[in-house]
Structure formats: C-alpha cells, structure tokens
C-alpha cells in the first residue's frame, strides 16, 4: 500500500513562498507520477502540477495559472516531491494535496489512485 505524506503548508503574504513536501512510501515508484493538487473552499479540486520520470530525466507539467511562479522537482530519492511555490498570490488559498499514480502525467485528479491528507496554504494580501 502507498502513503503520502505532504508538508510545508502554511500562511505567507501575498509575493512570498512556500515550499511544500510530499514523502511516498510503500511500493516501488519506478514507472510513477506524482502530483499536486488543489482545493479552495466551495471550489472543485484543480490540478497544479506533475512530474514523472525515468532513465532519460524528470518530465513536468503545470497548469497555467501557476506557470513561472511554481516548480515541481523530486529529492534525490525518488519517494520525495517538492512543490516550491514563489510569487504567491491570494487566489493560491487552498488545501494543498499529493497524489501518486502508476503511468504517465494526468491533469484529472480520477486518475490518481494514492493521495496524502492534503496541507493548508493561506496567502494574505
């Protein structure tokens, strides 16, 4: 069975940063993906960004609204995804969740099998 663990969450001023932690373990995660998502109150769950890798590199995604101001990396050892999120602005106020699935990046939170228990980031204005 996998768990997630996420960390980092927390509350920042608006142009300040954060950077969150998500630590896998269980199964092997050789052929992954691992993903952040997240949550506003009355809002859906969006996607933020994806990362997966094999003997070639890491590959990313993100969704726009966070391009230039967030970066998705892994630790050295594969468990371990960092979310390093600059520029903050108020709109990022979310719950914050990891996700994990086996194949390729997905953008739709149905695909991904494995979630943390999310952490609270609160941007002030």
């Known amino acids: 069975q996998v768990q997630l663990v996420e960390s980092g969450g927390g509350l920042v001023q608006a142009g300040g940063s954060l950077r969150l932690s998500c630590a896998a373990s269980g199964r092997g995660f050789s052929r992954a993906a691992m993903g952040w998502f997240r949550q506003a109150p009355g809002k859906e769950r969006d996607f933020v960004a994806a990362?997966?890798?094999?003997?070639?590199?890491?590959?990313?995604y993100y969704a726009d609204s966070v391009k230039g101001r967030f970066a998705i990396s892994r630790g050295n050892a594969e468990n371990t995804v960092y979310l390093q999120m600059n520029s903050l602005k108020p709109e990022d106020t979310a719950v914050y969740s990891c996700?994990?699935?086996?194949?390729?990046?997905?953008?739709?939170?149905?695909?991904?099998?494995?979630w943390g228990q999310g952490t609270q980031v609160t941007v002030s204005s």
């Open positions: 996700a994990l699935r086996y194949g390729d990046i997905s953008t739709r939170a149905g695909e991904y099998g494995y």
């Open positions: 990362i997966t890798w094999n003997w070639s590199g890491d590959r990313t």
